[in-house]
């Protein structure tokens, strides 16, 4: 997973697209879709995409040929996903819609189009029947553990805003019986955590705390697993032992059918683990400069870039590592180089830590022209930009196996922008 495009198509993309552009690799998305199918082939174990990590119609289309179902956050995401071609409906529920809350059009959509809500406040049981609803829900449990893969994304525990503790699920049965709502899926998401063998104990201890929660609802035919397959950003040729996986999901799916005494669905979906290989930042360095050392030891040399935050924020946001290489330089002498943005905003770096510090990164002397790749940014890449600055998103290329290449999306304009003001 850790191969690198050749220097002659990415020179060729830059002078035809211009910089920075994102480029998608089919064949490397296709391979981790085949790493998911190939552990949940078992009978009752379904696979979903989590889209919040790279929602392109594109790469919707690839898991809708692939059988792999969705799970949207927001009302617009599941109106992407129909758009792309997946059906709404609950016979079965390929696109479940998770959230803490509803916002904007997010309820109507649920409602309109006959969406599985999984719902992670105990408020929103109230507010669905208020609007009149009355069909099959799924609770988003916090089941009191899980960690992200970084602490800023903490997404189970006492710290972590996801789901209705699961000391409260009881109270919450009740009120979803009373509002005549029919809890069919229970669901948690305790993160990917920073290594494999946390995530199988994880996801072990899960399925044994959903079978307690299983007496509570008798109408439960499906259990999530949530996401969490990790993808290692410094070593993606690491290979998980993934067939581990596999015989959990389906001792785990066999365990909680025999509690319930009716068979249970199985589900997990993952999101950062399909695409986060496949998409490459490509960018072109625009100066080569330096700052004198202080009495600190605080001194760096520079290579500016004309990719900032606006087109990949997790290096800004959380301290995030990417692979980065200087395109046609490989295997030439490194020095430390710090790698900055074009943006009017200090953190706009994309070598840094989690404390905020700087981290240069052992690179070939950068010059002036140069193209710069960064790495595994398939996952809450762009899906995550911004127009901070008035920036227009970058484009998104795909690249087929055979070579081709065709335009996801063309480079935003400022008219793009503008169209959405009033003056």
């Not at 179902?69 to 079965?92: T, Y």
């Not at 009017?344 to 193209?371: I, Y």
């Not at 196996?401 to 169209?419: K, Q």
Request: proline fraction near 6%; glycine fraction near 10%.
């Amino acid at each position: 997973m850790s191969h690198s495009h050749a220097p002659s198509l990415l020179t060729r993309l830059a002078e035809e697209y211009g910089t920075p552009f994102w480029i998608y690799d089919a064949g490397v998305l296709r391979s981790r879709i085949g790493k998911i199918k190939a552990i949940t082939d078992s009978p009752n174990v379904q696979a979903r995409f989590a889209m919040k990590a790279c929602p392109a119609t594109r790469v919707l289309k690839e898991m809708l040929a692939n059988d792999i179902w969705i799970d949207c956050v927001s009302g617009n995401e599941v109106l992407r996903a129909l758009h792309a071609g997946f059906s709404s409906g609950m016979d079965p529920a390929r696109i479940c819609f998770t959230a803490d809350v509803f916002r904007d059009n997010a309820l109507r959509v649920v409602l309109e189009n006959g969406i599985l809500p999984n719902v992670g406040s105990p408020g929103m049981i109230a507010q669905l029947a208020q609007a009149g609803y009355r069909g099959a829900v799924s609770i988003r449990v916090n089941p009191g553990f899980g960690h992200g893969h970084v602490n800023a994304c903490d997404t189970g525990g006492p710290s972590s805003k996801h789901g209705v503790w699961i000391d409260d699920i009881a109270p919450v049965a009740e009120s979803a019986k009373a509002a005549g709502l029919t809890v069919t899926m229970v669901h948690a998401h305790i993160g990917s955590g920073p290594q494999f063998q946390e995530l199988y104990d994880n996801l072990g201890q899960l399925a044994s705390e959903f079978g307690k929660l299983l007496p509570l609802f008798p109408e439960i035919h499906a259990v999530s697993l949530g996401g969490g397959i990790p993808h290692d950003y410094r070593n993606p040729d690491a290979e998980f032992p993934l067939e581990n996986l596999k015989s959990l999901f389906a001792e785990s799916q066999r365990k909680l059918s025999e509690i319930a005494g009716r068979t249970i669905h199985l589900e997990i979906e993952p999101g950062r683990f399909y695409v986060a290989p496949s998409g490459t930042l490509v960018a072109r360095v625009t100066d080569v400069k330096s700052t004198n050392t202080n009495a600190k030891g605080l001194g760096a040399k520079f290579a500016m870039i004309d990719a900032g935050f606006v087109d990949l924020v997790r290096p800004a946001m959380y301290g995030s590592w990417h692979r980065i290489e200087i395109v046609g330089k490989e295997g030439q002498p490194t020095e430390p180089i710090v790698v900055a943005g074009p943006l009017c905003e200090s953190g706009d770096v994309f070598t840094r830590d989690d404390a905020e510090l700087l981290q240069p990164r052992q690179l070939p002397t950068p010059a002036d022209g140069d193209l710069m790749t960064i790495h595994d940014g398939g996952a809450y890449g762009y899906s995550m930009a911004s127009n901070y600055n008035s920036i227009g998103r970058a484009p998104q290329l795909w690249l087929e196996e055979n070579g081709d290449v065709e335009v996801m999306s063309r480079r935003e304009t400022l008219d793009d922008i503008l169209m959405l003001e009033n003056s």
